[in-house]
């Protein structure tokens, strides 16, 4: 019953209304809302009961880099940050193609600089994270504060992240949620004609010195195989790496049934990889 794809060939018009009406029912009242500058808003989600400094992860939500918000996934970031103890802060970011390549990635990364500047935050224990385009976003992201060194990241969480231009350029079998025609057309609203290999996480020569990373994605995934690739890169560039392979899942299965057993462990994974450097590695210190 799910889509085979977003159809993008057909144009933006269905797809941003079908992810807007996401945001719209997922979007929960009362979320603390800040202007971070004319083009970025973020919306801040904190732990219950916790008031005092501490950590903090910047959370980009998925969309393929052409649609979707942050309150689409206003639930899952309330219960990240209740399970964890840390404060999710996700940021919305304009995007492509009226606003291609660097524009989308430059808004996360000025939310990134205003989360590690808030003085509720532990500026020595944050981390970026986010689901498929979301993903790739927090891989460049993390590039990015490796490369100008302004801000010093603990963790990078990549959720079936979308690392590579190149995925899909042969074609191949049709994809729940995701295909290769899909991701072929994003990318290229995206890049605008920007050179793919300072725009592109997956092109980057090299890894060395970014942060430890999680990378969690389904063997059914249009983005398995990079996936794979990207944490054999940086697992041979001294980088620490957990994968963390759903067995039978699709793109954004933990979204659409996040019920079902396999999402449960994937969330549960997430969360014990987030309190065991955010949180439990400040107790032991």
Same mark, same amino acid.
């Given at each position: 019953?799910?889509?085979?794809?977003? =159809?993008?060939?057909?144009? #933006? /018009?269905?797809? !941003?209304?079908?992810? %807007? $009406?996401?945001?719209?029912?997922?979007?929960?009242?009362?979320?603390?809302?800040?202007?971070?500058?004319?083009?970025?808003?973020?919306?801040?989600?904190?732990?219950?009961?916790?008031?005092?400094?501490?950590?903090?992860?910047?959370?980009?939500?998925?969309?393929?880099?052409?649609?979707?918000?942050?309150?689409?996934?206003?639930?899952?970031?309330?219960?990240?940050?209740?399970?964890?103890?840390?404060?999710?802060?996700?940021?919305?970011?304009?995007?492509?193609?009226?606003?291609?390549?660097?524009?989308?990635?430059?808004?996360?990364?000025?939310?990134?600089?205003?989360?590690?500047?808030?003085?509720?935050?532990?500026?020595?224990?944050?981390?970026?994270?986010?689901?498929?385009?979301?993903?790739?976003?927090? =891989?460049?992201?993390?590039? #990015? /504060?490796?490369? !100008?060194?302004?801000? %010093? $990241?603990?963790?990078?969480?990549?959720?079936?992240?979308?690392?590579?231009?190149?995925?899909?350029?042969?074609?191949?079998?049709?994809?729940?949620?995701?295909?290769?025609?899909?991701?072929?057309?994003?990318?290229?609203?995206?890049?605008?004609?920007?050179?793919?290999?300072?725009?592109?996480?997956?092109?980057?020569?090299?890894?060395?010195?970014?942060?430890?990373?999680?990378?969690?994605?389904?063997?059914?995934?249009?983005?398995?195989?990079?996936?794979?690739?990207?944490?054999?890169?940086?697992?041979?560039?001294?980088?620490?790496?957990?994968?963390?392979?759903?067995?039978?899942?699709?793109?954004?299965?933990?979204?659409?049934?996040?019920?079902?057993?396999?999402?449960?462990?994937?969330?549960?994974?997430?969360?014990?990889?987030?309190?065991?450097?955010?949180?439990?590695?400040?107790?032991?210190?």
């Amino acid at each position: 019953m799910l889509p085979k794809g977003y =159809a993008l060939h057909r144009g #933006l /018009a269905l797809p !941003r209304a079908l992810m %807007k $009406l996401a945001g719209a029912t997922g979007r929960i009242r009362g979320v603390e809302v800040a202007d971070v500058n004319p083009h970025v808003t973020v919306r801040v989600h904190r732990p219950a009961g916790i008031n005092e400094r501490g950590p903090a992860l910047l959370w980009i939500h998925g969309g393929g880099t052409i649609m979707g918000s942050a309150a689409q996934e206003d639930r899952f970031c309330r219960k990240l940050a209740n399970f964890t103890d840390v404060t999710v802060v996700a940021v919305d970011h304009r995007l492509a193609p009226e606003h291609p390549y660097p524009a989308p990635l430059e808004d996360c990364y000025t939310a990134l600089r205003w989360l590690a500047s808030q003085p509720w935050v532990d500026s020595t224990r944050i981390a970026v994270g986010g689901a498929s385009a979301g993903g790739g976003f927090s =891989a460049a992201a993390a590039q #990015l /504060a490796y490369d !100008r060194g302004d801000v %010093k $990241l603990r963790l990078q969480m990549l959720v079936y992240p979308m690392l590579d231009d190149r995925t899909g350029a042969g074609g191949g079998p049709r994809r729940v949620m995701w295909t290769p025609g899909d991701n072929q057309l994003a990318w290229r609203w995206y890049l605008a004609g920007a050179d793919p290999t300072a725009a592109v996480p997956a092109r980057r020569a090299d890894l060395s010195g970014l942060p430890p990373t999680w990378i969690g994605v389904g063997d059914q995934d249009l983005f398995y195989d990079e996936c794979l690739a990207y944490a054999g890169r940086l697992r041979d560039a001294g980088v620490a790496v957990h994968e963390e392979i759903a067995i039978g899942a699709f793109h954004a299965f933990d979204l659409i049934a996040a019920k079902a057993s396999v999402s449960q462990r994937f969330f549960a994974n997430q969360c014990r990889a987030l309190r065991e450097v955010l949180v439990d590695d400040r107790v032991r210190d």
